[in-house]
């Protein structure tokens, strides 16, 4: 039980969150905070909290913070710490590091920019990846502006690993969340090279995300749902 807890705490931050930035008109507002509940096996196992902070260029600072754990009989078989950092500018990605603290060790990732790809990092890998590249913080702006099937690399902000997907938009669905019924925009993501259906989200017209599911491997879902 316990091994099985570990495969789905491993699985958690890589669905990071889902937003979009605040419109390209602010500036010189002040850091727009955004929350979101994390479930599991029906337990509350802790927060995702992202802010953004956008200057007078339009740069974007995407801060990301993401506080789980998991128990097992009163005794905790999982903790996971991780905070990144996005710079966003039109739309594309200049730079991002993210460090997770996870049973105690430290992983790290960082990426950066360069005129025709992007460099990933890791202590132990280095790679070159087209500046489509989308993170599994699902920050990207236009993301959620398709209407048809959309191929997708991910770039995996826990562990620096490439994940070709298919996303697709599945049509507007009527939700219930927090008493109230809303309508959103429904997407599906798949893993190309298996078909796996891996996320499915609820955006609302502004690109923010209501809900998402995530499908872990071991047939886990785990559930985000907008906070505050």
Known sequence: MIRHCLKVSAALIAAAIVVTATPATATNTAPVRHAFDVRAKGANIGQHVFSIDTLEDGTKYVDIEAKLKLK?????VFKLHHQAQEIWRDG???SMKCVTEKNGERQEMQAVAKDEYILVQTPDDEMHLSQ?????????EDLWQTTDA???VL???LNGE???????FEGRQQVELNG????LRYFT?????TGRLSYQFWIDDSGMAARILMHAKDGTDVHYTYAA
């Open 72 to 76: 097992f009989v009163f005794v905790t």
């Open 150 to 152: 959309r191929d997708l």
């Open 180 to 183: 109230t019924v809303r309508d």
């Open 92 to 94: 594309r990605l200049l």
């Open 162 to 168: 490439r994940k070709p997907a298919r996303l697709r």
């Open 132 to 140: 489509d590249t989308v993170p599994t913080s699902f920050t990207r």
């Open 189 to 193: 993501l798949t893993e190309t090279e």
């Open 155 to 157: 770039l995996d902000t």
